[in-house]
């Protein structure tokens, strides 16, 4: 197969820093012209890329040599920027990484109790900051059974006790403040809904990047769902994960959009594997000249999201 522009960039040992340069310097320009300290979310968007590399290199999600999984996460994350300016969205993403991490470490392994703890212990984390995360819960247990055939009745066990973990913790904190209100929040939080598919949550700034993260993420799942058959068995699974979780996403983001600040990091990582997976192993003229397309219209996104924010 002749190897395209997409190929040998997806392939070079030199994207990964280049786009980290990139990135860098697009951040730098937004926290000149934003009033908010951008500086944590931006660690924070490093600690994330570094983790899908190792996500990326420990679970062969590429049968190739390519850094794209982690340059798409970061340029992607870019693109919201506006939603960036609160730290919390920055965890999201590295909770997310962290449960896939020792998710993906426990396939096939129905013994893997300390794994799976570890998988639902990173969404019991993030449900303190977003509690409506808990209703993935149900998913990642279907899930953890049917693409990574890890669910027993000891693995279930650890993933309530991962769950519930950061509340012990939280419950000790609070008995020793004698602060209960905070267990009110929370609830009222969990509790908290609007119409679905309501227009008034969107604008502009919001809707422009999380729609064009949403059609890389169908580009990304069509794609492999046509060529999966050249990955094994475990990446095939992986990939479905990402494909299904990254759909319960954007239906959840359409049911309840006053979320999507940090649902859209949640779509970032299961889209930037299905992307780079799609830029990485196409080679047609057409896929080519959508490559282009597709960084020409980050580009534009990007500079159009500091725009907004200054």
Not at 7 to 24: D, H, Y
Not at 152 to 171: E, T, V
Request: hydrophobic share 55%.
């Amino acid at each position: 197969m002749k190897h395209r522009l997409q190929n040998k960039i997806a392939g070079s040992k030199f994207t990964l820093p280049l786009t980290s340069i990139i990135v860098s310097a697009a951040w730098l320009v937004a926290w000149q012209a934003s009033a908010s300290d951008l500086l944590l979310p931006f660690v924070l968007l490093g600690i994330s890329a570094y983790m899908m590399v190792f996500l990326n290199n420990h679970h062969v999600l590429m049968r190739t040599y390519s850094r794209m999984a982690s340059c798409s996460l970061l340029v992607l994350s870019t693109l919201v920027i506006c939603f960036q300016q609160e730290w919390q969205n920055g965890i999201t993403t590295i909770s997310t990484l962290a449960c896939y991490l020792f998710l993906f470490e426990a396939y096939q392994n129905r013994e893997g109790m300390g794994l799976i703890f570890g998988g639902y212990a990173a969404i019991g984390t993030l449900s303190m900051i977003h509690p409506q995360v808990v209703f993935y819960v149900p998913l990642l247990w279907v899930l953890t059974q049917s693409r990574l055939m890890a669910l027993s009745l000891r693995n279930f066990f650890a993933s309530l006790f991962g769950l519930i973990m950061p509340y012990w913790l939280l419950l000790g904190w609070v008995a020793f403040q004698g602060d209960w209100e905070v267990i009110e929040i929370q609830t009222k939080r969990l509790a908290t809904f609007i119409q679905s598919f309501s227009l008034e949550w969107w604008t502009p700034e919001s809707l422009i990047p999380v729609s064009f993260i949403a059609l890389l993420y169908l580009t990304g799942s069509l794609h492999y769902m046509r060529a999966s058959h050249y990955d094994n068995i475990k990446t095939r699974m992986i990939y479905k994960f990402f494909i299904i979780m990254g759909g319960f996403t954007l239906l959840f983001m359409l049911l309840q959009p006053q979320h999507t600040p940090w649902l859209s990091m949640m779509l970032i990582v299961n889209t930037a594997p299905l992307i780079a997976h799609f830029f990485a192993y196409t080679y047609t003229r057409f896929t080519n000249i959508m490559f282009v397309v597709i960084v020409a219209l980050a580009a534009a996104i990007t500079a159009y999201s500091i725009w907004n924010i200054s």
